[in-house]
C-alpha cells in the first residue's frame, strides 16, 4: 500500500499510484504500434472490454474526458443540443466540450444527485423549427461523481432509453465508474451498457490504473470514433504498456472496489456524527461522499488546509463542501484514522470560533 510520507489522500480515486504487480505487468506487455492497429494488448484489452459491455466494439483513449467529447461528436452535428443532469461530468468538468469540440448545447435537468426520471424528459424535445436548436442526445453518468457516488437505476435507464430512442435521440452513457456501479449492486456492466449506444469506462479512477478509458458501441460507432480519437492527437503508439495496466486493474482490482464502499460508509458515518459537518447526500452508495461545513467552522478551503497540516488531503469543490473518495492507496487503518482527524479538525475549529 503506497504511503506518501504517512499523507492519506481522499482528493480522488485518480490519485492511486501503480502497484508492484501492475507495473510489472506493464513492464512485460506485448506492444505495437497501434494507430496501425497493431499492439496486441490494445486489442486485448478493447476486446475485453467489448464483451464486458456487451457491444460489438470498444476503442481504448487517454481519458475519459476524451472518451465523452468523441462520443457526443459522434451523435451529434453543430446546431444540436444534448440533454444531461446540472450536475454532469459533462456539463462542469470537460472545459466546454460540447460547445467547443462539437457545437452542440447542454440542456440542463435538475436530477436528485445526478439522478433524473423519464418525466424529466418528456417535454423537452424540440419540435422542427428553423430557429430551434435540435435534440438529439441525452447523457447519462454511472455512478454519478457530484451526486456523491450515487447509482443510476436499471429500472429508470431501461425507461429513458426506451422513451430516448422512440423519439429518435441517442443515449450516451459516461460511465466511468461503472464498475463501482456493478459491484455495488450485483449487476453485470452488460446490463447497465444493454441500451445505452455508447458508452464510455475508465481504468484510471477506482481501478487503479494510471491512464486510460475505453468507448465501447457498434462497430461502425467505434470505426468513427477512432477517426475523431486522431484527430484528438489521442491515437497512441505502443499503447500496449497502458492496456496492460488496464487488464491487470480489470483483473485484480474490480471485485476489491467493494471495500472502498465499505470504507466510504467508515467516513460518512463520522460525517454523521461530527457536529459542523452535514453528510450529502445522506445516504452514501458507493465511494465518494462529500461533506458541507457550518460556515462558524470555517470554508471548505479552511477545513481542508487544517486537515492538510495533520495529513489528510480533501478536495474542496464549493465554498462549504469538501469532497473525500476513497480507494485502492487507503487501507483501513488509513480510513479510521482519517475519519478521527476529520472529526478532532471539525471539532477543533468548532472550538476555536466560539
Ligand atoms: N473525474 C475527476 C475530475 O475530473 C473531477 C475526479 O477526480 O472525479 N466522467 C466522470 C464521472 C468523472 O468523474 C471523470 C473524472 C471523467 C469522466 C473524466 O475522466 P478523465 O479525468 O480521465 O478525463
Known amino acids: 500500500m503506497p504511503e506518501r510520507a504517512g499523507v492519506i489522500d481522499l482528493r480522488s480515486d485518480t490519485v492511486t499510484r501503480p502497484t ?69 461530468h459533462i456539463y462542469n468538468y470537460e472545459a466546454g466540450g460540447p460547445a467547443v469540440l462539437s457545437g452542440v448545447t447542454c440542456r440542463t435537468i435538475e436530477g436528485d444527485c445526478g ?50 430512442h422512440r423519439h429518435g435521440l441517442f443515449v450516451h452513457l459516461d460511465g466511468a465508474r461503472l464498475w463501482n456501479a456493478s459491484v455495488a449492486t450485483g449487476i453485470p456492466l452488460h446490463d447497465w451498457a444493454r441500451d445505452c449506444d455508447s458508452v464510455s469506462v475508465c481504468f484510471s479512477k477506482g481501478l487503479g490504473a494510471p491512464v486510460g478509458s475505453a468507448l465501447a458501441g457498434s462497430k461502425e460507432l467505434v470505426k468513427r470514433a477512432r477517426r475523431i480519437r486522431k484527430l484528438l492527437g489521442g491515437g497512441m503508439r505502443q499503447a500496449g504498456v497502458l492496456a496492460a495496466a488496464a487488464l491487470y486493474a480489470i483483473k485484480h482490482h474490480w471485485s476489491r472496489l467493494a471495500e472502498d464502499h465499505e470504507h466510504a460508509q467508515i467516513l460518512a458515518q463520522t460525517v454523521r456524527h461530527t457536529p459542523g459537518l452535514r453528510l450529502f447526500p445522506s445516504v452514501i452508495e458507493t465511494n465518494i461522499l462529500y461533506a458541507d461545513i457550518d460556515p462558524r467552522l470555517g470554508t471548505a478551503a479552511d477545513l481542508a488546509q487544517a486537515l492538510r497540516e495533520r495529513g489528510v488531503l480533501v478536495l474542496p469543490v464549493a465554498q462549504q463542501r469538501i469532497r473525500l473518495v476513497t480507494h485502492l492507496d487507503v487501507s483501513r487503518a488509513q480510513v479510521e484514522r482519517a475519519a478521527a482527524l476529520l472529526e478532532q479538525t471539525a471539532r477543533y475549529l468548532a472550538t476555536r470560533a466560539a
Not at 418528456?122 to 461523481?145: A, Q, Y
Request: aromatic share 4%; charged share 25%.
Open 20 to 88: 508492484p504487480g501492475m507495473r510489472a505487468a506493464m513492464a512485460t506487455a506485448e506492444v505495437g504500434d497501434d494507430v496501425f492497429g497493431e499492439d496486441p494488448t490494445v486489442r486485448q484489452l478493447e476486446e475485453h472490454v467489448a464483451e464486458l459491455l456487451g457491444k460489438e466494439a470498444a476503442l481504448f483513449v487517454p481519458s475519459g474526458t476524451m472518451s465523452n467529447q468523441i462520443c457526443i461528436k459522434i451523435h451529434t452535428q453543430p446546431g444540436d443540443e444534448l440533454i444531461c443532469d446540472v450536475n454532469s
Open 115 to 164: 439522478i433524473f426520471d423519464l418525466s424529466q424528459l418528456e417535454g423537452l424535445i424540440r419540435p422542427e423549427n428553423d430557429h430551434l436548436v435540435r435534440t438529439r442526445l441525452v447523457c447519462l453518468e454511472n455512478t454519478h461523481n457530484r451526486g456523491g457516488g450515487r447509482i443510476f437505476p436499471l429500472q429508470k435507464i431501461r425507461a429513458i432509453t426506451e422513451w430516448a
